[in-house]
């Protein structure tokens, strides 16, 4: 079935990205570096670059089943998607790296900075002001990085 | 004094709920209340309330300072707060019963069973799949105890 | 190249699980039911049937991804797999059925008692006492129902 | 060999405690029983007792390390270590059964049931509020167990 | 209408502290200012300020909920919840700027140097020893740069 | 009365090891310090040597508890150990010094590169991408400070 689905998606021209899939990509990789490059732009890549002289299958496993299969998935919109994602990496407090990958993820994707910090700042009443704390700060620091402002009206 | 600060609204003409304010209770204790209400039903009230001869200042700091402030302000909407919450509840594994009433406050607002099962879902990539399916479970439960069937069109 | 390693499998008869392939099962989910059984039995196929009216794509990335690529990798053996999964989940802590389970796993891929009690021991000097004592209360159950005992000598 | 520690021991007359040392027990364990007494009366015991047929060390970590040289240490009373150990737990909030055993330890060795309300409550501010609202919950339970009242004074 | 609430308690007389409060705080937030700098020295009112152009109501609510309302309690001194708070900030381990703060804030409120040791040491027997270790390396700079030295007499 | 303890060890003979105890050392020390050796080479010696003029008992129950009497139990090999740490440590998320540590000492006792990198792999399906891909990071590190390559035929 495989076959099948490969089969159809060539069949059907449903290859849409624009860079060609690789020999030995299946439909799920393609689709997941897509939903990757939207979301992170390039620095996903380098980080699944990153992982191929010591763990290239854990790279493989993040664009073909992280970002193909799951982020995905159509029933939800990547905007909540990402926001969801930022609320859990601020609640679990020790995926720092991979929060401000998603932060930039949130902007990507089009959620507005003030969003993303409502997000973070609700997080103090479910995992604790430090837990909220540290995501701002990695907030702060991507904003800088991008010269976002946050609109403050009250 | 509380009543002082209460009589201070009242004269702003600031008291705009349906139910009247108790005497002592803060603009943002009745805004709690409120915003409390169309999240849990009657759920969160009743848990305030078993608090009151144990630790009745908790109860009060949920519903003023979490309700009232945190999860009220219009930044972002009470869909995407409770799809937020449901997500970082799952992701943090120790938090059952209150995400059994999250995913309720969930549907409470409009969210679709559809999109609460898939921020589940999302989060094995984040946590797990440990976390994933004990959400997943207790989703399970209360779409039974509601009668509410998910959608699962390919 | 999907295509050539189904191809390959198909050639080669590799093919050798007890039960044929469903119509529309990757070789990945192939292997990961197979995988699955080795480990869990019947129960972890139960826990994929009980995802199907509510997270069936769950059910199936646990088998495909989770069994069918990472846990039958054949880098690492899977008596030592089960153990390392059963210390990381008695240190999370939060994912008490899974821990559960993977004592179980762990038995049937022929991990001895006194391994397993050893692992959760192991584990009270880098997650503390009550994450200890917790796990082996599962193993303790564990044990009693499948009339396990545990060696003692010292 | 033990035994030829537990002798230097009564010869150096460092065996202080009422109840007489069993055979084969350290000066540290048979101080760790005292502590344990203190803390948990006899549920501490029991705990240890059930490890027996299991993980028998697990107990005798506990005991000798745990309480003979942890908590037993005279730089901090036990008041003081039950408020900090409750908190903690709550914080961590997958230890339920050991949280309950330390709020019930707390009352023990004579903190007030207010002062232990207070500490599950401002892990609030610290962990969020389900963890919170989770140990205000065990600590119900154990107030009702034996008979103890919240002095509620504002 | 917050200038309302202010001008309540203004004619009530509730205002003791020796700052007077800027236009637009709270008696609350009044209160926390103060525990806050008895707390943290100038620290926290630091990152307060470092908030004010991404998420100043998160500094609002950490002065006036957390340290306003939570702290300030008359329930427990400032020094057992200081202990408290290091203990399960060690505990948790995802949350080092913020137990680094609290270890300046024991030393602040009175606590000893070996009492903050200590509570960070017991949490060895419930968090395990990377949580221990990991919270002495916090209290050991904290100790170099304020020049205190840890009293170890056995 | 640890001279004590240490005599009766030294009249019974119970002192195998190559270096000579120190005055004070229990037999369980000094088992510690071998173990430690055995899995650090000197890194660990120099954790402990640093804990010496802050808690210095918490470097004696790193040695004589945790090496010497949990991680040098014979029921199971070190090398198993060793990976089991790895993984719960990878898991747990919080512990990334201790990480390194060990996945440094899973090399020392033997481990091979591929199997370390295996285990931390895994982990992404028990605690989600984030905590393997940090791990993974500090494997990176430690390969390259050691010159280890890891083999990645398919």
Chains 1, 2, 3, 4, 5, 6 share one sequence.
Not at 58 to 71: A, K, N
């Amino acid at each position: 079935m495989r076959i099948g689905i490969l089969a159809a998606c060539l069949l059907l021209g449903a290859q849409a990205s624009a860079e060609p899939a690789a020999s030995g990509e299946s439909p799920e990789y393609v689709k997941g570096k897509e939903t990757l490059a939207r979301v992170t732009g390039s620095s996903g890549a380098k980080v699944v670059e990153s992982l191929q002289d010591i763990a290239p299958e854990l790279g493989r496993w993040i664009v073909e089943w992280g970002y193909g299969q799951v982020v995905s998935r159509p029933q939800l919109d990547l905007r909540t998607r990402e926001l969801v994602t930022v609320g859990a990496l601020t609640a679990l407090g020790h995926a720092q790296p991979q929060l401000k990958a998603h932060i930039n993820g949130a902007l990507n994707v089009g959620c507005k900075p003030e969003e993303i910090v409502e997000v973070i700042m609700q997080m103090a009443a479910y995992a604790g002001f430090p837990a909220s704390l540290n995501g701002i700060a990695l907030a702060k620091e991507v904003f800088a990085e991008r010269g976002v402002t946050v609109n403050r009206t009250p």
